[in-house]
T-cell receptor, first 110, second 115 residues
Framework: TQLLEQSPQFLSIQEGENLTVYCNSS?????LQWYRQEPGEGPVLLVT?????EVKKLKRLTFQFGDARKDSSLHITAAQPGDTGLYLC??????????FGTGTSLTVIP | DSGVTQTPKHLITATGQRVTLRCSPR?????VYWYQQSLDQGLQFLIQ???????AKGNILERFSAQQFPDLHSELNLSSLELGDSALYFC??????????????FGPGTRLTVL
């Protein structure tokens, strides 16, 4: 089993809709990042959250780190076709161990 | 463009062979990470180097090895290749070795096909 579980695994929505992706674990992380990956390319860092309860906004994307630093969410408002991609959360633990989530594949239909 | 370069972009080889993948980190980054991504396993952390020294190990097979050179570029060596080793291999770099940030910048990847 993966240390970081993402849900949903696949998401297909119409342009203009809102969506939320979840990243859950039973472990505590010192920091958590969200990446977006397009087919055949490397993941691109979107944001890092460090403090429990922290909320960060990046244009139409809102990221939240859980109070206990075990989970995170990504909310996209008014999704656009350019948001299509694989969204990955990743957490860092003590001892330099780094774990990626299972991924959420998002398709936004024009 | 992340500033991380990987070569080659594609590699096709046969079972039992050995290959070397190369990565140059972003200017100023001391940490290099290697990942394997396959369709059924997702993105798996293999190993991390910081300023030439191994810093963390993930799910790296004994047939695989890596090193980071004084100029900070890194190589991932895969030997006795099996069909199941076919995957995308990514290198990432970051400034920090430890601490809370671990923000990584990924290269474009090397697609390895083992026939």
């Amino acid at each position: 089993t993966q240390l970081l579980e993402q849900s949903p695994q696949f998401l297909s929505i119409q342009e203009g809709e809102n969506l939320t992706v979840y990243c859950n674990s039973s472990s505590v992380f010192s920091s958590l990042q969200w990446y977006r990956q397009e087919p055949g390319e490397g993941p691109v860092l979107l944001v890092t959250v460090v403090t429990g309860g922290e909320v960060k906004k990046l244009k139409r994307l809102t990221f939240q780190f859980g109070d206990a630093r075990k989970d995170s969410s990504l909310h996209i408002t008014a999704a656009q076709p350019g948001d299509t991609g694989l969204y990955l959360c990743a957490g860092a633990k003590a001892g330099n161990q780094f774990y990626f989530g299972t991924g959420t594949s998002l398709t936004v239909i024009p | 463009d992340s500033g991380v370069t990987q070569t080659p972009k594609h590699l096709i080889t046969a079972t039992g062979q050995r290959v070397t993948l190369r990565c140059s980190p972003r200017s100023g980054d001391l940490s290099v990470y290697w990942y394997q991504q396959s369709l059924d396993q997702g993105l798996q952390f293999l190993i991390q180097y910081y300023n030439g020294e191994e810093r963390a190990k993930g799910n790296i097979l004994e047939r695989f090895s890596a090193q980071q050179f004084p100029d900070l570029h890194s190589e991932l060596n895969l030997s006795s290749l099996e069909l199941g080793d076919s995957a995308l291999y990514f290198c990432a770099s970051s400034v920090a070795s430890s601490g809370r940030a671990h923000e990584q910048f990924f290269g474009p990847g090397t697609r390895l096909t083992v026939l």
